[in-house]
T-cell receptor, first 113, second 118 residues
Framework: DQQVKQNSPSLSVQEGRISILNCDYT??????FLWYKKYPAEGPTFLIS?????DKNEDGRFTVFLNKSAKHLSLHIVPSQPGDSAVYFC????????????FGSGTRLLVRP | EAGVAQSPRYKIIEKRQSVAFWCNPI?????LYWYQQILGQGPKLLIQ????????DSQLPKDRFSAERLKGVDSTLKIQPAKLEDSAVYLC????????????????FGPGTRLTVL
């Protein structure tokens, strides 16, 4: 039972263009959403997050959008850089104060120079 | 500030053998997590500790997996006996935990231990 889904296993974009990574969730009890970035042979690192009371959060080149009615969130990277090439995981946390995370399967982003 | 440390980085064993992984969280972090990441999937939570108490172990296969966090700092995860399907990367993460007082609680991950069961 996949509660967090990333339906695109990979994405390739040109350097300088926008990268859009998508994530869908099924559990309406999720109230906090995060994106993690993972390089090979390293653990995931936190990138950006959004609370369910917001619909947008921005941090430099990274913006996360949340559409609660559609149970959908997306990560926009503008402009994309070759160093952004990594696997991006979407994660969600339920509103039970446990802080535990449920991860999607990841999207591998390749930014071409 | 030192990050989450894990050892070993790689381990190859035969099925039915036992194996143990070690994790040292970031100093001062009360909450510690063990995740299993199978190739092509996202990390799946196995067990969550708050200090040395278990918060959630609902997805830990308790017939073969065990974990402990003595003194509320380091933690070990053990598999005994291992099966082929246990081949995965085992990630340890830590966070400030409930004591943070924040609405959010960022988890910091170690580099993981890649286990191959032959």
């Amino acid at each position: 039972d996949q509660q967090v889904k990333q339906n695109s296993p990979s994405l390739s974009v040109q350097e300088g263009r926008i990268s859009i990574l998508n994530c869908d969730y099924t559990n309406s009890m999720f109230d906090y959403f995060l994106w993690y970035k993972k390089y090979p042979a390293e653990g995931p690192t936190f990138l950006i997050s959004i609370s369910s009371i917001k619909d947008k959060n921005e941090d430099g080149r990274f913006t996360v959008f949340l559409n609660k009615s559609a149970k959908h969130l997306s990560l926009h990277i503008v402009p994309s850089q070759p160093g952004d090439s990594a696997v991006y995981f979407c994660a969600a946390s339920p509103e039970d104060s446990s802080y535990k995370l449920i991860f999607g399967s990841g999207t591998r982003l390749l930014v071409r120079p | 500030e030192a990050g989450v440390a894990q050892s070993p980085r790689y381990k190859i064993i035969e099925k039915r053998q036992s194996v143990a992984f070690w994790c040292n969280p970031i100093s001062g972090h009360a909450t510690l997590y063990w995740y299993q990441q199978i190739l092509g999937q996202g990390p799946k939570l196995l067990i969550q500790f708050q200090n040395n108490g278990v918060v959630d172990d609902s997805q830990l296969p308790k017939d073969r997996f065990s974990a402990e966090r003595l003194k509320g700092v380091d933690s070990t995860l053990k598999i005994q006996p291992a099966k082929l399907e246990d081949s995965a990367v085992y990630l340890c993460a830590s966070s400030l935990g409930f004591a943070s007082g924040y609405y959010t609680d960022t988890q910091y991950f170690g580099p993981g231990t890649r286990l191959t069961v032959l």
